[in-house]
């Protein structure tokens, strides 16, 4: 258990909805990523904040979003959803802004759009 | 554009050793790091190399050249429960964090 908590696990809905992953990491880190791993993919970085504020910005497309909130949890959100948004959305959250990447996943959320 | 390189799959037999490559191209770099995913699972931290040399960690090791842009992991003492995908990772001066497709390691008995 990494100590980082990712809810839902698995969410099931149709093209065009709006859904939101929720983030809570490790007590102490101030460092949230956000990940999406298709099928046979490797890791996409999509976002980074850091105590509140954005850090870094990946692969992430307009329909998606995220923010970090006063408590340190996090949020993605994604909207119109299309049928390649089907993936694993993981999180993960680090002490330190940069420099060393020991980065901690949480246990992900499987994301299907039928 | 930014790339980091790693075989596919990589196959080895029980109680041996093996090695997994990383090649990578960025706009700067801080640092090189290794996950190792089971299937269905998340990644989980291996190793990072900061500075150019030799990192070990238990049966695992991983080494970084700045200078020719590329790093490895060893593995050794292979155990079936070592069976799994290895990625690479760096965080380039842009802040963004790229991550290798993976490779895939397949132990045999």
């Known amino acids: 258990d990494s100590g980082v908590t990712q809810t839902p696990k698995h969410l099931i809905t149709a093209t065009g909805q709006r859904v939101t992953l929720r983030c809570s990491p490790r007590?102490?880190?101030?460092?949230v990523y956000w990940y999406q791993q298709s099928l046979d993919q490797g890791l996409q970085f999509l976002i980074q904040?850091?105590?509140?504020?954005?850090?870094a910005k990946g692969n992430i497309l307009e329909r998606f979003s995220a923010q970090q909130f006063p408590d340190l949890h996090s949020e993605l959100n994604l909207s119109s959803l299309e049928l390649g948004d089907s993936a694993l959305y993981f999180c993960?959250?680090?002490?330190?802004?940069?420099?060393?990447?020991?980065?901690?996943f949480g246990p992900g959320t499987r994301l299907t759009v039928l | 554009g930014q790339s980091l390189e790693q075989p596919s799959e990589v196959t080895a037999v029980e109680g041996a050793i093996v090695q997994i490559n990383c090649t990578y191209q960025?706009?700067?770099?801080?640092?090189l790091s290794w996950y190792q995913q089971h299937d269905g699972g998340a990644p989980t931290f291996l190793s990072y190399?900061?500075?150019?040399g030799l990192e070990e960690t238990g049966r695992f090791s991983s080494f970084l050249s700045r200078s020719d842009s590329y790093g490895y992991l060893l593995l050794q003492e292979l155990q079936m429960k070592d069976s799994a995908s290895y990625f690479c990772?760096?965080?380039?001066?842009?802040?963004?964090?790229?991550f290798g497709k993976g490779t895939r390691l397949h132990i045999l008995p």
């Open positions: 960025t706009s700067g770099f801080y640092g």
């Open positions: 007590s102490g880190d101030l460092s």
């Open positions: 190399n900061g500075l150019d």
């Open positions: 904040y850091y105590n509140g504020e954005e850090r």
């Open positions: 993960a959250s680090s002490v330190a802004v940069a420099g060393g990447q020991t980065q901690y």
């Open positions: 990772a760096v965080r380039a001066s842009d802040d963004k964090i790229i």
